[in-house]
């Protein structure tokens, strides 16, 4: 049996054609972990393709092609699904656009994984070689990640040299808050799952570097469980990277552990200045803390900081912008982020929306966190795109740059490459970010009188 394994990108992100020539991020590891699930007494060949860093060949040499689907990537997934279909190739989509819209993304495949795939997969994989492949599987309801016996991930079947680092490790999924915006509690609900401790340690020592990268979504949400694993981090002397809520603030003895732990960078999502726009996002707890003041501890303990924003909550206007990069440069935030408010479908907040009138387009392409795909409250498309593109090119000017990481003391040559790295970003987000992209016609809501005006398709481009 031969499989080939996907990554499939938006037009932003990929390897041709994208900003970045060549892919300045870390290695997947979702496909990498898929590899490790198939059974090794399939004996399976395996290819991995991330179009981030290649091209996926027209001609792939597989009888069973995978593709890991996100929303912003649906629709090139779709195409590159269909396009093997018609070649003869049995094609399965999974993740979480999968899981969101399962009878959608029916439509193009052979089979979809609904739901995390450590079982599902290799059940999927069993039923296609003996002949009795069933249209979709589905994540079962005892589903754990508490097994010491998972294989580790193939990391090997990628080529290091095409990504930043292949040092990227995952403790836990998903995450307890229920914020409006968030795909994980609407995908795969609210309770976190969590791995071994000990088959973390395992894994981190496998690996053997020092640097390494925790993708986890909130890495402190089971305070017990961090404890812990800081704890064992600690003899192993590396520096780590990881996300986390601002919630950690509330906690000095973790907080502290951490750093000796060997914490060198939070990403945090601070998501707004505008106290009043918390409640927009379902995130009032980050109001319970001072971010100028936490973000100066985090300094003082040696940990960088990665802020993301967001814009478009229904209480932003077009203040928020300057006001915001004003704020990222104050407080010496290390590498500010800026997202636009995405209605991913599924979310709490794609339902709001959509019963409100306010989403623009289904054009899943766009809807990576780049685009404006909906109607904000309190200004109009173009202006929440033109101050999130200025936004982006204030906050990564020169002078800008010099001074946060003067405020940060922050002299690490790879801080000076993350923001040249993100720079090069903003200065050529222009090239993708326009509005004048083309709005589909949406089916009737009920009560509608049909697809979205032309008034509607007019308010895109101001």
């Known amino acids: 049996m031969k499989i080939a394994l996907i990554s499939p990108k938006g037009p932003l992100y990929r390897a041709r054609g994208g900003i970045f020539k060549r892919s300045l991020r870390y290695q997947p590891l979702t496909l990498t972990t898929l590899a490790a699930l198939v059974p090794a007494d399939l004996r399976a060949d395996l290819l991995l393709h991330d179009e981030g860093v290649s091209a996926v060949p027209d001609e792939l040499d597989a009888d069973l092609v995978g593709l890991t689907v996100i929303t912003g990537t649906a629709l090139r997934a779709y195409e590159l699904a269909d396009r093997f279909r018609a070649r003869g190739k049995t094609v399965v989509l999974g993740g979480p656009h999968v899981t969101l819209l399962p009878e959608e993304a029916a439509g193009h495949a052979d089979a979809v994984c609904v739901g995390y795939a450590e079982d599902s997969w290799p059940a999927l994989l069993r039923d296609y070689a003996s002949g009795r492949l069933r249209p979709a599987y589905y994540q079962a309801p005892d589903f754990s990640l508490d097994r010491r016996d998972m294989p580790y991930p193939r990391r090997e079947l990628f080529d290091a040299r095409q990504f930043l680092t292949q040092a990227v490790f995952e403790a836990t999924r998903s995450c307890v808050h229920d914020c409006e915006f968030c795909v994980a509690p609407a995908a795969w609900g609210r309770r976190q799952y969590r791995k071994p401790v000990d088959w973390v340690i395992e894994d981190i020592r496998r690996v053997g570097q020092r640097k390494i990268i925790f993708v986890d979504l909130n890495l402190i949400s089971d305070r017990d469980y961090a404890r812990a694993l800081f704890s064992r981090l600690i003899p192993l002397r590396v520096q780590w990277f990881g996300l986390s809520t601002v919630l950690i603030a509330h906690d000095r003895e973790l907080l502290e552990l951490a750093a000796r732990s060997g914490c060198r960078g939070l990403l945090l999502g601070l998501e707004t200045v505008a106290p009043q726009s918390l409640g ?159 709005i589909q016609a949406l089916p009737p809501r009920p009560g509608s009188t049909g697809a979205l005006s032309g008034t509607a398709r007019r308010s895109v481009c101001g």
Request: net charge positive; charged share 25%.
């Open 280 to 438: 927009d996002a379902r995130k009032r707890f980050n109001a319970s803390v001072g971010f100028k003041d936490f973000i100066g501890e985090l300094h003082r303990l040696g940990i960088a900081v990665q802020g993301c924003f967001v814009f478009g909550l229904d209480h932003d206007t077009p203040e928020v912008f300057d006001a915001t990069v004003d704020f990222a440069i104050d407080a010496g935030i290390d590498l500010p982020r800026f997202a636009v408010l995405t209605p991913f479908p599924g979310t709490p907040l794609f339902r709001r929306l959509e019963t409100e009138g306010r989403i623009l387009t289904r054009d899943w392409s766009l809807y990576d966190g780049q685009h404006v795909v909906f109607q904000p409250r309190a200004m109009s498309p173009r202006e929440l795109a033109e101050g999130h593109e200025r936004a982006w090119k204030k906050v990564y000017r020169w002078p800008s740059i010099a001074r946060r990481l003067w405020a940060a003391r922050n002299f690490d040559p790879l801080a000076l490459t993350a923001n040249l790295g993100y720079r090069f970003y903003a200065r050529n987000l222009h090239r993708f970010y326009t509005c004048d992209w083309p």
